[in-house]
């Protein structure tokens, strides 16, 4: 089956071959092979996303794959993808789930956010917290087999985009590892500021929710978690969290088994 991620800044395109998914109706994520195939940049313009659709639908038949499944936090192209792939199926609130729902508006909620879940869900955790750091940054948390929400902020490249964009007189730089000390320049305060504030603010939520929601475990995904894996300083609690970049998919594999009857 081919996987399509639809993020807000690009799109993910994997294959997952069905070994160990949901069997009699029971969700496990452990020991799904999902193998990355390609990214792509998420095309600004209606033509660039309809053309992209139908490049992911013609690779979808080279490799002979008579189904698909869609996360996409985009309306647009994933309307397009679904119209162009063959058997395709998108996640959305009408999903089956391997956990309960217990936000207050399940329609608004991301198809990303079901994915990442679900993916702890069929990992076997009633409980965990599921942080996505890529244009925003989500925290989601699974109690007692629960989702019952989470937080959303602003990604920490987007942060910097935003201060660079409104700031007459300063420019738009990419937030890279640097060490908590004053820099001598205007573009390193800004680089070393946006990573210093979004590592050790994303590290703080963590903690935040943890003392909140209680101990669980904690995986971390998105374009952007490299960043915090890249801090030397002592993060609290970073030694037990899971670093996983194909979480995403692997929770989308997960709910295509779970609703192969619905494509």
């Known amino acids: 089956m081919l996987l399509v991620d639809v993020g807000n800044s690009a799109v993910a395109v994997a294959i997952w071959r069905p070994v160990g998914a949901a069997v009699g109706g029971v969700a496990d994520t452990r020991g799904l092979d999902v193998e990355l195939l390609a990214t792509h940049p998420l095309?600004?313009?209606r033509d660039g996303?309809?053309?992209?659709?139908?490049?992911?639908?013609s690779r979808q038949r080279q490799l002979e794959l008579g189904r698909a499944a869609v996360a996409s936090v985009v309306p647009q192209l994933g309307d397009y993808l679904q119209d162009a792939l063959s058997g395709a199926w998108g996640v959305d609130h009408r999903a089956v789930f391997p956990f309960g729902l217990g936000v207050s508006d399940p329609a608004a909620v991301g198809?990303?956010?079901y994915c990442n879940v679900a993916a702890a869900a069929g990992t076997g955790w009633p409980s965990a917290l599921v942080v996505d750091a890529g244009t925003a940054t989500t925290f989601d948390v699974l109690s007692e087999g629960v989702f019952v929400g989470g937080l959303i902020a602003p990604g920490i490249r987007l942060a910097a985009d935003a201060l660079g964009g409104r700031a007459a007189r300063l420019s738009r730089v990419a937030p890279a590892p640097a060490p908590a000390v004053p820099a001598p320049d205007t573009i390193g305060a800004?680089?070393?500021g946006a990573y210093l504030t979004g590592v050790h603010g994303i590290a703080g939520t963590i903690g935040?929710?943890?003392?909140?929601?209680?101990?669980r475990p904690v995986v971390l995904t998105g374009g952007l978690a490299p960043l915090l894996l890249a801090e030397q300083a002592a993060l609290a609690g970073r030694a037990s969290w899971h670093h996983d970049r194909l979480w995403t998919l692997r929770g989308l594999a997960l709910l295509a088994s779970l609703n192969r009857d619905r494509a």
Request: glycine content about 4%; proline content about 4%; hydrophobic content about 60%.
């Open 208 to 215: 935040a929710l943890l003392a909140a929601c209680g101990a």
């Open 49 to 57: 996303r309809r053309h992209l659709a139908e490049e992911i639908a």
């Open 111 to 113: 198809a990303d956010r």
């Open 190 to 192: 800004m680089a070393a």
């Open 43 to 45: 095309p600004a313009d």
